[in-house]
């Protein structure tokens, strides 16, 4: 129970519109650990990023926080105000986005940027906030960080920007990462040392990381255990290796059969048939049930859930249970 | 750097040979200088020794390199109207526009940024709603209706202020400045706040609109997630990334300032560069209207090109066009 860095119960985030209140996540429960990197993974709107956003308290408006709750280390911190809820952004909670040609500001060097960033949190003055801001940036591996720190961010790569990102979330020695896409708009072979680089810091300094992405890919080599959302829904949890090996909800056997494989016979990719349900009109029971190939009648009536680990699937339950 | 500075300076030069190209064709052919010049018991052999002597009878591009070349130097030649040098009637008028338009510039943006900022961040209070509403006022109302409103209220009905002329001012070499005189400053405040009405209006709109499109940006959004207080987000973060186009409406506006000031000098009888335009058309004493013309073109010209400059500063990818690729070892 102590070594829970990230705990969410129940979590439901609505957007109230013209056309009545959307639920973009519903009934999500996860749990990151110390030096545990989770993978949030699904499809463009299944709620991944927005569940991120919820813990930042970074929902924008009129999105919030309709149930459930939020913990760090214990704390709960959903219902926070934004005051209480800054002392935790970027100290306790460090976070990732997706773009790193538009997450720095561009009018400022990086330097200004992190030592703005530590001097918010910790106590330095600007000499040591410099240093400070010179040690992140080595530490993240962009050479000759000396002259680096007074660049600015157009004189800087994408992948260096993200790498640039990353020391500004570490500034403050986060417990918590949220990295959203953090690879998305990245090279394939810098995809790869930026994972390397979330990884390496999650052992060596015990961070939880909380990896959303729509890369199975990304996740399968990154992550310690992963969570599958499909509309905003929670439909399989569970350790990485075991997942790719045999997945088993009827949405995970789909997204890993759309992953190409080097090894494996050359054969024609599966595709889920369908799309993904608009929020305004996800399907009674099962949000997956009209694209699902083994839909039971229970399937349309009512919503199997998931929590801790697990499958949330009346079919795979049916078949356990015969 | 200086290929872009050596880029703008000859642009500016050229537009400057244009507009001084209009401005001695209105010379040259609005009229006969020699009939506005002579009285008229002058003979015919007076006169066409004066067009002799005026260079008249050069060619075109003679005329107007002449022209050029004095006007470079500063000399429009001699009021029609009141036999002085055209230079220096402008020259004593230039102190009292330049004063007013610089203050209304001052006004504008010391009270324009702040509300704009103000009616973007709080875009759902009741401030924001009127401050909104008192903007729209603002750019509705003409300048002149203001000025006598203002007069009206403050000079009229209150007494507190002047309500024409300029006060005391002081001459520091040949500027005449009323910055430094009780009755100076207090006969800058109606006017200036007629002036600037309408800037104000226009600056807290533009600083709005660029507002709410940057506070949709990704750093804002990733400056908040590093836990900076919404202050230092909202006024340094986002604001600075909306001065570049308040800079551009800033330097172009100063210009129309100066046109604008024709009226409001007018309505407060401002001895400036407008009230003695409005006089030369009056007495259709073109050399004066040529100086003003070149004069603000000038202005213009000068402006703008010290706005491109000033570009270069506040952004810096204008800096250099070469951007310093690093890392390329790790990163690529």
Redesign the interface.
């Known amino acids: 129970m102590s070594d829970k860095v990230l705990e969410v119960e129940e979590l439901r985030v609505e957007f109230p519109t013209r056309h009545g209140v959307l639920t973009a996540v519903d009934g999500v429960s996860l749990s990151i650990d110390r030096g545990e990197i989770l993978g949030v993974v699904g499809e463009s709107g299944a709620g991944k990023s927005m569940t991120g956003m919820a813990i ?1 308290g ?1 929902l924008e408006p009129p999105g919030r926080i309709a149930a459930g709750r939020i913990s760090l280390s214990g704390e709960r911190i959903d219902q926070l105000t ?1 005051n209480e809820l ?6 306790r909670i ?2 990732i ?3 790193p040609l ?7 060097t990086v330097g200004k940027q992190l030592v ?2 530590i001097r ?2 910790l106590p330095l003055s600007a000499s040591d906030a410099r240093r400070r801001a010179i040690e992140l940036l080595t530490e993240v ?4 960080p000396e ?2 720190v007074d ?2 961010p ?7 920007r993200q790498r640039v ?1 990353i020391a ?2 570490l ?2 020695e986060p417990e918590l990462i949220i990295a959203d896409e953090p690879t998305t708009a990245l090279d394939v072979s ?1 995809q790869a ?1 930026i994972t390397g680089l979330l990884k390496r810091l999650c052992k060596e300094r015990g961070m939880a990381v909380m990896l959303v992405t729509h890369d199975m890919g990304v996740i399968a080599e990154t992550a310690d255990r992963v969570a599958v959302m499909y509309a905003g829904r929670l439909t399989e949890v569970g350790n990485v290796q075991a997942m790719v090996r045999a997945p088993r909800h009827p949405y995970t056997v789909g997204l890993m059969g759309a992953i190409p494989s080097l090894t494996g016979d050359v054969q024609e990719l599966s595709q889920i048939p369908g799309n993904m349900p608009r929020l305004n009109a996800i399907p009674a029971g099962c949000a997956f049930n009209p694209r699902c190939a083994r839909r039971i009648d229970k399937c349309t009536v009512d919503i199997p859930t998931v929590s801790g680990s697990g499958v949330a699937c009346w079919a795979v339950e049916d078949e356990v249970r015969t | 750097m200086i290929a872009f500075l050596l880029k703008r300076l000859m642009n500016a030069a050229f537009v400057m040979l244009a507009v001084a190209f209009l401005a001695f064709m209105i010379f040259r052919f609005f009229g006969d200088p020699v009939e506005m010049m002579v009285n008229e018991q002058a003979t015919q052999s007076d006169r066409a020794e004066l067009r002799e002597r005026l260079g008249l009878n050069d060619g075109l591009l003679t005329q107007y390199a002449r022209f050029v070349g004095s006007a470079v130097q500063g000399d429009f030649g001699i009021s029609y109207r009141n036999q002085q040098d055209v230079m220096t009637l402008v020259a004593e008028r230039f102190p009292a526009t330049f004063e007013l338009v610089i203050v209304a510039t001052v006004l504008s943006l010391i009270i324009g940024v702040p509300f704009g900022v103000l009616t973007a961040v709080y875009q759902d209070r009741k401030l924001a709603d009127g401050l909104q509403i008192g903007s729209i006022v603002g750019v509705s109302l003409p300048s002149f209706v203001v000025g006598i409103l203002l007069i009206l209220v403050f000079s009229v009905s209150l007494g507190w202020l002047p309500a024409f002329g300029r006060g005391e001012t002081v001459d520091i070499g040949w500027w005449s400045s009323g910055f430094f005189t009780d009755s100076g400053r207090a006969a800058l405040i109606l006017p200036s706040i007629s002036l600037s009405l309408f800037q104000i209006t226009l600056v807290m709109r533009l600083v709005r609109a660029e507002m709410l499109e940057v506070l949709r940006s990704d750093f804002i959004k990733f400056a908040r997630a590093r836990g900076l207080p919404l202050s230092v987000v909202h006024w340094r973060h986002a604001l600075r990334n909306c001065l570049m186009p308040v800079i551009t409406l800033t330097g172009m506006q100063i210009g129309n300032l100066i046109a604008f000031a024709l009226v409001t000098e007018t309505v407060f009888q401002w001895p400036g560069m407008g009230l003695l335009f409005i006089q030369a058309v009056t007495f259709v004493d073109i050399p004066v209207m040529a100086a003003y013309l070149m004069l603000v073109s000038f202005i213009f010209v000068l402006i703008n090109t010290l706005v491109d400059i000033t570009y270069a500063y506040v952004d810096p990818r204008l800096r250099s066009e070469v951007a310093v690729k690093g890392g390329s070892a790790h990163g690529h």
């Not at chain 1, 800054?86 to 100290?91: E, I, L, P, V």
């Not at chain 1, 538009?102 to 400022?108: V, W, Y």
């Not at chain 1, 591996?141 to 000759?144: E, L, Q, R, S, V």
């Not at chain 1, 157009?154 to 260096?160: L, R, T, Y």
């Open positions: 930042l970074l934004e800054r002392q935790y952004r970027g100290r460090g976070a986005f997706q773009d538009t997450s720095l500001n561009p009018l400022f703005e960033t918010q949190h591996g962009i050479p000759a002259a680096r660049h600015y157009h004189q800087f790569s994408g992948g260096m990102v500004l979330a500034c403050a810098i040392q």
